[in-house]
């Protein structure tokens, strides 16, 4: 019900004519006496504070993001994010390109240490631990989350073995508890039915949406604390990103997911909490509901309605 | 100007502008067709050239085994020759040769050769019978002839020893009992008879080769064990007196084991030399050959098509399956054939692991740089480094210094003898894998450059390790390009000559580097090459004339090898490449 009307007043935004009054149609209860004036300030590169719904403060946490700047050599990406990610919910981060949403997600296992140029401060905490501790395992901690990609990633080997890989690597030989995580992951990312007759097959010889269903499978197999999707559907058709969607209905609750999406309706779908992030600062974050409905923020509703970006 | 004519004006505009396609206002090299036809015809000419080097070594290649027929000529001057036609060429004679023939001869000869712009056309004969005539080809000119038969009955006798016989049988004698007279009855005797007189031969070898060079390996064993025991504890000592003793008394019993052997193979030897074949040859001289010595012989002019074919198979068995004799100009290549492939594989195995362990340092964990860089040029170049360096630095550091050190330690006792101090099939192995290193690692990099990244990211995020990502993710997808620098080594290698002529291939070797005596592989050995048995062929040969076509023959066996090897690495790269990249998203 409530994603029914959500996306509804979404179609109103977005499909209204470009020169009417949107502020006659969408009730705003912004108190932020900023509201308006967020990307002058931006401009400025005057400090601000983000809008952070207060609907977040009862939330359990999996994930807590202090003050988080990130730099690619000498041009900062990340400005000091402080983000609190709710256990069990879906997160979603929106925003134009180039604004950090991705950077922040492989922030989170902390993927861009790949990168020889990039420098960071600021903490984030998984559960409770320090994900950038000096002498924290970068590996261990990688096997705590899981992470599926823009474009479906899967590895030049059996469907079986790229599903199975995370525990692999953890050298698990027990070909019962193999199969029985084979069987569950898939199950769970609703590929078991079609692939359960070639599971020797090369994962290679699958649809884009199957491989990218079977990379959410290989991203739960080793029961990660949080799913990372970075734009999991930007590569797929509609009804491959349809089913995706479900699939990300179905975790909710198990898992806690946060995601990038530059598909505001999939935002809408499927998300409990939406950030909205603009040229490397979080400038609104609350439930989808009020972010899609009732954003705070002046800039948010600018871009959610589709009139920037 | 209302909006509307501005739309109009412009459309006419592009109109018109597509209205003068028609005529050719584009220059011809703007439009490229000469380049289509630059490039094709580069093309074209790259492919009619490796056509035409295919063509010739098949035309001279195939026919070698070919048993054509035999021309008896007698000419003007006297003499009369028999043998096989093996080229056929125009020519200016000089004019004392004419003077040299009988003057009426020297007249009709002047007449015909005038009616030519005086060019005669001259063949060339395998005339044979070395023995009689000191010389195995012989050319005779179409104005000395006198006259051509065919004679039904002349044999062309293949033998171990002064190349073919050509010549008319006369009598056979098999233990004692002479057939004589009719050719049929002596051909029909000699089918009879000859293969048993051939397995005799083999039998003999086999004593004389296997068996007591197994008697010898167990003297020498016996000796080494001494020296070593001399070495160790000086002469004298107890132990060595021990060991003198052994010596002895295996020597003894070897001395036994040897008389018994010598003893079997004088009884073959004597059963074998009341079997003979006595051949009259064009210009009436009779020689008598030892049945055992007579390999193949075959009345040429008698044959059917059939028969012709079954001759030419059975040379070419022999050519691919037997040793060489004869100064290699005769026989088979077997030993060479073995050696190529035997080294080959051997290379294959040490350059592929080396290579890619390089490229995966040099791509994977060397941080890109200067240092980087300059290895990697270095490793370009080494590329065009001169084959025949590689010999040198092979000969000089791996047989004198590596080698010379291994036989210190290990083989001290055959000393001053070197096992591995010399050219072996290690050491041109290891030569050519350091030859084809750069072929490999090429390759496998740009193939380590081209695996995605997303599935590293993949892998990483998985909480994978940079190694575990590079054993399970990136060499598996990297596999049909590391194949394709395996199959650029092997094309290389199988092909290299020069280097391996300082470092291991010989003209003959006695001994397979693969045998039954432990440990099998006998990487000390030298070897044989077909790349080298073919310059030995074409440049050293004693009989050059005879050994030309086999030149051809082994440069097409070569190729046919290095195919084969090929085709071998491109079905396994096929395989692999449906199993590891199938469709990409």
Redesign the interface.
């Known amino acids: 019900m409530i994603a029914q009307s959500r996306a509804l007043a979404l179609e109103r935004a977005t499909l209204a004519p470009g020169h009417s009054e949107p502020h006659a149609r969408v009730p705003m209860t912004t108190a932020n006496p900023l509201s308006g004036r967020v990307f002058e300030a931006i401009g400025r590169n005057q400090p601000f504070t983000p809008e952070t719904h207060a609907a977040l403060a009862s939330e359990e946490l999996v994930l807590e993001i202090e003050r988080f700047d990130l730099w690619y050599g000498k041009s900062r990406a990340l400005h000091a994010i402080s983000m609190a990610v709710p256990r069990g919910k879906v997160t979603a981060m929106i925003g134009p390109s180039g604004c950090g949403k991705s950077t922040l997600l492989r922030s989170v ?1 902390r ?1 861009n240490d ?1 990168i020889d140029s990039v420098r960071i401060a600021g903490e984030m905490r998984l559960n409770g631990d320090p994900i950038y501790a000096p002498g924290q395992d970068v ?5 705590r ?3 599926v ?1 823009q ?7 059996s469907i079986f073995e790229n599903v199975i ?2 525990l ?3 050298g698990e030989r027990d070909k019962h508890v193999l199969a029985g995580v084979c069987e569950s992951s898939l199950r769970g990312a609703g590929l078991w039915d079609e692939v359960k007759d070639r599971l020797n097959d ?4 699958l649809s ?1 949406g199957q ?1 990218q269903r079977l ?1 959410i499978a ?2 739960i197999s ?1 029961e990660p604390e949080v799913l ?1 999707l970075d734009e999991p559907c930007s ?1 797929l058709d509609p009804i491959a990103t349809g089913r995706i969607e479900d699939l990300i209905e179905e975790l909710k609750g198990n898992y806690s997911i946060l995601m990038v999406t530059h598909n505001m309706q999939q935002a809408a779908r499927t998300s409990d909490y939406t950030a909205f992030m603009y040229l490397g600062r979080l400038v609104e974050y609350g439930p989808t509901d009020d972010i899609f409905l009732q954003p705070h923020l002046k800039e948010t509703e600018d871009y959610i309605s589709g009139r920037f970006g | 100007m209302s909006p509307t004519t501005t739309t109009e004006a412009s459309a006419e505009r592009k109109l018109a502008r597509r209205r003068g396609a028609g005529q050719r206002r584009t220059s011809l090299f703007a439009h490229g067709e000469p380049l289509v036809w630059l490039t094709g015809g580069a093309l074209a000419l790259a492919v009619v050239m490796i056509l035409g080097l295919l063509l010739l070594v098949l035309r001279q290649g195939l026919p070698t085994f070919w048993p054509s027929e035999v021309v008896q000529v007698s000419t003007v001057a006297g003499g009369v020759h028999a043998g096989e036609v093996a080229d056929v060429d125009v020519y200016r004679p000089e004019a004392h040769v004419l003077d040299a023939l009988p003057e009426a001869v020297a007249a009709r000869a002047r007449a015909s050769l005038a009616e030519r712009d005086g060019l005669s056309e001259r063949r060339m004969l395998r005339t044979g019978n070395y023995e009689l005539t000191g010389t195995h080809y012989t050319w005779v000119s179409d104005f000395e002839l006198a006259e051509e038969t065919r004679p039904e009955w002349i044999l062309v006798v293949e033998r171990l020893e002064n190349g073919r016989f050509y010549g008319t049988p006369r009598s056979i004698a098999v233990q004692g009992t002479t057939t004589e007279g009719d050719a049929q009855l002596v051909w029909d005797q000699f089918e009879r008879h000859h293969d048993a007189a051939r397995e005799r031969w083999q039998v003999k070898r086999e004593l004389e080769t296997v068996e007591i060079g197994e008697v010898n390996r167990l003297i020498e064993a016996a000796r080494l064990e001494l020296r070593e025991v001399e070495l160790a504890h000086g002469v004298d000592s107890e132990p060595w007196r021990a060991a003198q003793r052994e010596l002895e008394q295996r020597t003894h019993s070897a001395e036994a084991e040897f008389q018994r052997l010598r003893r079997e193979i004088d009884a073959l030897t004597e059963a074998g030399r009341g079997s003979t074949l006595t051949l009259v040859s064009a210009d009436g001289a009779s020689t008598t050959l030892a049945l055992e010595e007579i390999v193949r012989a075959y009345p040429a002019n008698r044959l059917s098509t059939a028969e012709r074919i079954g001759v030419y198979l059975s040379r070419l068995a022999e050519f691919l399956f037997d040793e060489p004799r004869e100064a290699n100009s005769e026989g088979g290549v077997f030993p060479a054939m073995f050696g190529t492939v035997l080294m080959t594989l051997i290379m294959a195995v040490l350059v592929v692991p080396f290579g890619v362990l390089a490229a995966l340092y040099l791509r994977e964990y060397a941080k890109p740089g200067a240092v980087v860089s300059a290895v990697r040029i270095a490793i370009n170049n080494l590329a065009g480094v001169p084959s025949i360096v590689f010999g040198v630095f092979g000969l000089g550091f791996f047989c004198y210094i590596v080698g010379a050190n291994v036989d210190e330690l290990l083989f001290s006792a055959k000393l001053p003898t070197p096992t591995y101090g010399k050219g072996g099939l290690m050491w041109a192995s290891l030569t050519l894998a350091l030859l084809t290193l750069p072929v490999v690692i090429v390759p496998t990099e740009e193939a380590l450059s081209a695996v995605p990244r997303s599935m590293r990211e993949g892998s990483f995020a998985c909480g994978a390790t940079k190694w575990q990502t590079i054993w399970r993710i990136v060499l598996p997808r990297a596999l049909p390009g590391i194949m394709t620098g395996m199959i650029l080594a092997l094309a290389r290698g199988a092909g290299e000559v020069a280097p391996l002529m300082l470092v291991g291939a010989v003209k003959l070797a006695p001994e397979l580097p693969l045998d039954t005596h432990w440990p099998f592989l006998h990487p000390e050995r030298s070897f044989m090459h077909l790349g080298f048995h073919i310059y030995d062929l074409g440049f050293q040969s004693q009989n050059s004339e005879a050994a030309k076509p086999m030149v051809y023959t082994t440069t097409l066996l070569l190729i046919g090898i290095v195919v084969a090897l090929n085709v071998l690495a491109i079905w396994i790269r096929a395989r692999l490449r449906r199993r590891f990249q199938g469709s990409q998203l």
């Open positions: 296992n993927m790949l590996i261990e901690l990688r096997k989350i899981g992470m990609f474009k479906p990633n899967p590895f030049p080997m890989y995370p692999r690597i953890d090369s994962a290679l010889r884009g491989q990379c290989r991203a080793a990372l590569a």
